[in-house]
């Protein structure tokens, strides 16, 4: 084919995502996909019937570009019920086309051309690339390891006059860690007194385990008057599939994502927004989510007791760190790779969650998974 115009990449670094290269090789390889962030056991069965009802009661066009007034009613319940903040369902919450759409609009909306914005690393790899195209520039702070904590020292030293976003995700992807209440307080006296927008990435703000208990930015009246926070009802009911996501804020900075997210996306599927506006009035149908997923990580942290990977601690979210510098010196792309292979078990390497890349031989293992699957991948793992 013969390409007349030649075109300048707006993102000329940018390659093929590490998920879906894992994912494919996993394929090509029949390998347990433990690399890519998606359950594989069925959703609930009430809620596919109130998506089918949905639809044969003949609500299958256009919703509002604001989302379904009912869903965002519920969210707003949600919210209050959870972490006792008030959010106006009218003006202040937004559904969107899944978490990233709502984190990619957020941005487009409120980072201008040379604005700073701040960001973890490892980071999910969609962050900088969107600040990129807004015309920002993304200044990276690496987390602490082992714990991969946040240095707020660090984070006061490197904020300026062009810092314009900090952008948090807890529980965190990749790590698994989660922010806890002095975190929260920290980035509150931090950001008081200054223009900074916090952009809070929850969206696995239900899978939390061990006794800790998700700490919203919504929580800190000093960070919600400043903050978008981001969720995901694909996290959170295993339809990573349906893409359906919503942000909330005050009414000043949701005025601005609006602006960008009805030229975007416009508004999100309607019958499925109907469901689970329902599907959330039985507040069980998310409050058991987090000891399901505890105990699938438990499962998979004792079924691999007797193997050379080290886990790193976990506290959120469906993923688990392994260290395997006991099993190899390859870097962990490389011995990701080799995983896949020739065990037949993919997983995701750290590294490339980073600037520049922190070879710590760790991997990232996806236990959002039935039993069966859990057993045998921790069967191979047992026998490298």
């Excluded at 790899?125 to 690496?142: F, N």
């Excluded at 904590?149 to 030293?157: A, C, F, S």
């Excluded at 505890?294 to 976990?314: A, H, M, T, W």
């Excluded at 959002?368 to 490298?384: F, P, V, Y």
Aim: glycine fraction near 6%; include cysteine; aromatic fraction near 10%.
């Amino acid at each position: 084919m013969h390409y007349p115009a030649s075109i300048s990449s707006k993102l000329p670094q940018a390659s093929t995502s590490i998920f879906s290269v894992m994912s494919k090789m996993a394929s090509d390889y029949g390998a347990i996909n433990m690399s890519q962030g998606f359950p594989d056991f069925p959703i609930s069965h009430e809620l596919i019937q109130l998506v089918n009802k949905y639809m044969n009661n003949g609500l299958n066009q256009y919703a509002p570009m604001q989302g379904v007034l009912s869903l965002r009613g519920a969210i707003t319940e949600k919210v209050k019920f959870l972490y006792g903040a008030e959010y106006n369902p009218e003006t202040e919450v937004t559904i969107t086309a899944g978490a990233t759409q709502a984190l990619f609009t957020a941005i487009m909306a409120l980072v201008k051309e040379g604005d700073e914005v701040i960001i973890f690393t490892p980071a999910y790899d969609s962050y900088a690339p969107a600040i990129e195209l807004a015309g920002g520039k993304t200044v990276y702070l690496p987390l602490q390891s082992p714990d991969y904590r946040i240095d707020w020292d660090q984070v006061k030293k490197i904020i300026n006059s062009k810092t314009r976003m900090i952008l948090i995700n807890t529980p965190h992807n990749p790590t698994g860690t989660i922010l806890e209440k002095e975190d929260l307080l920290e980035l509150e006296k931090i950001t008081n007194g200054n223009d900074i927008i916090i952009l809070s990435d929850e969206v696995y703000e239900h899978i939390v385990f061990d006794d800790y208990r998700h700490e919203s930015v919504s929580k800190y009246p000093g960070l919600a008057q400043r903050s978008l926070v981001v969720g995901s009802f694909g996290k959170t009911f295993h339809a990573t599939g349906w893409k359906v996501g919503y942000c909330i804020g005050p009414e000043n900075l949701m005025n601005e994502f609006r602006k960008i997210h009805q030229f975007n996306v416009f508004s999100v599927n309607t019958p499925i927004q109907y469901a689970i506006a329902e599907y959330l009035e039985n507040k069980a149908n998310y409050l058991g989510i987090g000891k399901m997923y505890q105990d699938k990580r438990n499962l998979f942290l004792k079924l691999i007791e007797g193997s050379r990977f080290r886990p790193v601690k976990c506290n959120g979210t469906y993923f688990q760190l392994l260290n395997y510098s006991a099993i190899s010196k390859e870097s962990d792309v490389r011995f990701a790779e080799m995983l896949t292979k020739e065990h037949q078990i993919a997983s995701i390497p750290i590294s490339v969650f980073y600037k520049n890349p922190q070879d710590e031989k760790v991997l990232r293992f996806c236990f959002a998974k039935t039993d069966d699957t859990i057993e045998r991948a921790a069967a191979i793992l047992n026998s490298i």
